[in-house]
């Protein structure tokens, strides 16, 4: 090999080096600080100006990549803004102005990393929530083989008596249940491409709010936030708002 050809690829290894190591810099370096207070009222309003964010509430980091920020308008709506660490920044993902509770699911393909959020509104006087993961029984025939569905019925109950914002992990039951129940299905069906989005045709997640008695109460003001804004593909779903009565409670002796 000539020198001209060894220069040439020498120089061709260079560049690969060098091209690697920014790709890895701008997609996949760990992130560097969250932003203050000031940054993020700032950032929320200049992409969102209706959300007009005069107060940030907290930061509540959800993993290493995604924050969430819960804020108070200059008009008292309390919001939730999503917090993404991509091509190396902290970008606002997504904005919502109202509280209302939602599932997001940071990775649709990773139960575990699915986290409840909500940001009540005082003035709705709540104390707790409580959420639900339910699957109704079912009976299924397929390639000559029956299949019955038991149902299904988690819970778990948050307080709002100290703040009225926050983000809930899945409980590691739940996750436990949906990762086999996803298995399961899969072997049952192996030419359905069993994911998350077949899973929703079979559990859901959904919500009862309660006031300082303990009384059901529906939080109106949390839902009157005005609008959102998306710049990101943010996975948030809407639950269903329940009620006792479409509840199994089981039977006291």
């Known amino acids: 090999m000539d020198k001209k050809k060894l220069l040439m690829f020498v120089g061709i290894g260079i560049i690969f080096m060098l091209s690697s190591a920014l790709t890895y810099w701008f997609y996949f370096s760990k992130p560097v600080s969250f932003p203050n207070k000031e940054q993020l009222v700032e950032e929320i309003n200049k992409i969102f100006p209706e959300a007009a964010a005069t107060v940030i509430q907290d ?9 969430l920020v819960p804020f108070i308008s200059n008009e008292s709506h309390y919001g939730l803004s999503y917090w993404v660490w991509k091509k190396h920044k902290w970008r606002v993902a997504f904005i919502d102005a109202s509280g209302e509770p939602r599932l997001w699911k940071v990775d649709r393909n990773n139960p575990s990393s699915y986290h409840f959020v909500w940001n009540i509104h005082p003035e709705d006087h709540l104390s707790a929530i409580d959420f639900y ?16 569905y038991p149902k299904v019925q988690m819970e778990e109950s948050v307080s709002l008596r100290e703040k009225p914002y926050g983000a809930l992990q899945l409980p590691e039951e739940w996750v436990s249940f949906m990762n086999t129940f996803i298995k399961v299905e899969s072997a049952k069906q192996p030419n359905l491409f069993f994911n998350d989005i077949f899973t929703e045709q079979y559990v ?16 109106e003001r949390s839902f009157s936030g005005g609008g959102s804004y998306s710049n990101d593909n943010v996975n948030l779903d809407f639950l269903m708002i329940l009620e006792k009565e479409q509840l199994e409670v089981p039977e006291l002796d």
């Open 59 to 67: 930061t509540i980091p959800v993993d290493e990549r995604h924050v």
């Open 133 to 148: 993961m339910l699957k109704d029984r079912g009976y299924l025939v397929t390639e000559g083989k029956e299949f019955y």
């Open 204 to 219: 859901h997640f959904g919500w009862i709010s309660y006031d300082q008695t303990n009384k059901e109460s529906f939080p």
